[in-house]
């Protein structure tokens, strides 16, 4: 099948190149524009709260969201940290070995005489796909990326300093959401007969509401939202912003790249990369996001730390702007509630807590209790935003760059700007940062086709032909988003990817019980086996 798909991909080409002509990629991303407009402009609709501040509505939902999950799971994010840390290490791997196998669903789900559902446990023994540092690592792929990068330094050139410390509450808020969305991936997930999983907000949603009509419309929104996200943000942004980067690094003083036109060619490379890991299936793209992604964190943050201390006389006046500008800014627009806003939103952008996408990936695990899972998810959120996301906002304030002059910054710039600020303290670190943003985009979009191909099997079945009819028109996609600027197209595109966050909210708060329940069955699980070792230990 590698072959069939690399074909299909060289065959294409003419068709890349044609599309480099001058002003067809406009003429397509303005036809496109004025279809999808107002889509675009209902998901990022702006509240104005006075002249100088506005909130995107989406950021309701998602942090009173995280507000409310966090007091009624009894502060989670914080008590379950430790539990979450050491289920990854294999702690609790006990826990897993004993008691009937099979996943714990829902008493309102249909369920045979022996009590298993014929939907959710095809075969007795398959538990799911990956482990759990291999889910991990694959949600987390999708969002560690250029949001940690571009995104940080246009939030702190709005709202300054201040907004790091906004963007670490939010941070934590979210940590909540993820467990949430991630425990109901994994407990009404389906498990075809070879082992193979399906889940995501589409089943729990279906699944799990007791109004079925109305889980299977919200569901099937979501489906459609996840596949339009994987293909633009989760995609064609991702390498159109890989390409710009590796371009600017290539380019010489006063010269032009050698890539300079070429975006399809790059395109075509990475396509051809994609291709290869994702015809594997969860699996194969586990394996590549458990080594990408720990070394491109490592990495990032131990740069940033060299940054950090190497101007350690500035560390203590890099917190005290962070503090101080949180709550008393100066200059900033909306004053401390236009810092507010930008860490809030830089935060819900970058880990897409409560926004689904993630309970996809969570839901390939190999285990029996649903709420493992959604502890080690909580991990998700504190690593993207207050690890990843805080190492940017302190860099970029040790290094002076955060300037309201740098407000107007778009993605690509904000890289730039962020890669200097880097180099001002490691002079080549700006060869490593665009290897850094090419693995990220990758990895990205490794894990996005995962997601939206869990859409398209929802919609479309779970057939190969299906399976392989996506998984080469994604691969389309990267070439064209690496040699087009569409900025509607992805614009679009993003805005589906908010737009999941309305049906997977609504089942997220009507299903909480259900994880309330799922929590306590885990809980008493990890107390009986310490009990039962306890008890070996004194005979």
């Not at 060289?10 to 004025?34: M, N, V, Y």
């Not at 490379?269 to 394996?287: R, T």
């Not at 940017?392 to 955060?402: D, F, K, R, S």
């Not at 180099?423 to 060869?431: D, L, M």
Request: charged share 15%; glycine share 10%; hydrophobic share 50%.
């Amino acid at each position: 099948m590698n072959k069939k798909l690399l074909s299909l991909l060289f065959l294409a080409t003419p068709f890349f190149t044609f599309a480099q002509e001058k002003g067809l990629d406009q003429q397509i991303d303005e036809a496109f524009g004025s279809a999808t407009g107002w889509f675009v402009d209902i998901i990022f609709y702006q509240i104005p709260f006075s002249d100088t501040v506005s909130i995107y509505w989406v950021l309701f939902p998602l942090i009173l969201g995280a507000l409310y999950f966090t007091f009624y799971f009894n502060f989670i994010n914080f008590k379950g940290f430790v539990t979450s840390i050491n289920i990854v290490r294999g702690k609790y791997d006990e826990v897993e070995g004993n008691g009937k196998k099979g996943v714990e669903v829902s008493d309102s789900v249909s369920t045979t005489a022996e009590g298993d559902n014929p939907d959710t446990i095809k075969v007795e023994g398959h538990q799911g796909e990956v482990t759990h540092f291999q889910a991990l690592t694959a949600a987390l792929s999708a969002t560690v990326g250029l949001g940690n990068i571009a995104g940080v330094a246009i939030a702190v050139s709005i709202g300054g300093a201040g907004a790091t410390f906004w963007m670490i509450v939010a941070g934590f808020l979210g940590m909540a959401s993820k467990f949430v969305e991630c425990t109901l991936g994994v407990k009404y997930r389906d498990i075809e007969a070879d082992g193979t999983v399906y889940g995501g907000p589409m089943y729990y949603l279906t699944k799990g509401l007791k109004n079925k009509t109305l889980g299977k419309i919200l569901a099937a929104l979501f489906a459609v939202f996840v596949i339009g996200g994987s293909f633009g943000g989760g995609n064609m942004f991702q390498v159109n912003q890989a390409f710009q980067l590796v371009e600017n690094i290539t380019t010489p003083v006063g010269g032009v790249s050698f890539l300079h036109g070429k975006g399809w060619l790059f395109g075509l490379v990475m396509a051809i990369l994609v291709g290869i890991v994702i015809i594997g299936g969860i699996k194969k793209i586990a394996k590549v996001t458990d080594k990408i992604v720990p070394f491109m964190v490592a990495i990032y943050v131990a740069a940033s730390l060299f940054v950090i201390f190497s101007n350690y006389n500035m560390i203590g006046d890099a917190f005290a702007q962070i503090f101080n500008g949180a709550f008393s800014p100066e200059g900033v627009a909306g004053g401390a509630v236009g810092v507010l806003v930008q860490g809030f939103r830089r935060a819900a952008f970058s880990n897409e807590a409560g926004i689904g996408s993630a309970s996809i990936a969570h839901s390939a695990v190999n285990t029996k209790y649903a709420a493992s899972e959604g502890l080690v998810a909580l991990l998700e959120p504190f690593i993207d935003t207050v690890v990843v996301c805080t190492m940017t906002a302190l860099v970029l304030i040790i290094t002076g760059n955060v300037t309201a002059e740098n407000a107007s910054l778009n993605d690509a710039q904000a890289i730039l700007l962020t890669s200097g600020a880097f180099e001002s303290a490691i002079s080549w670190f700006p060869y490593v940062l665009t290897i850094a943003v090419v693995l990220f985009a990758f990895s990205s979009m490794i894990s996005w086709s995962y997601y939206g191909f869990q859409g398209w099997a929802y919609l479309f079945g779970r057939s190969k032909r299906m399976e392989y009819a996506y998984k080469v028109i994604f691969c389309v996609f990267v070439v064209i988003g690496a040699a087009a600027s569409l900025g509607s197209v992805i614009g679009f595109s993003d805005a589906m990817v908010f737009a999941m966050m309305v049906p997977n909210m609504i089942g997220l708060v009507l299903l909480a019980p259900k994880v309330k329940e799922e929590l306590k069955k885990y809980k008493d699980a990890i107390k009986a086996i310490k009990s039962i070792n306890i008890y070996n230990e004194h005979i």
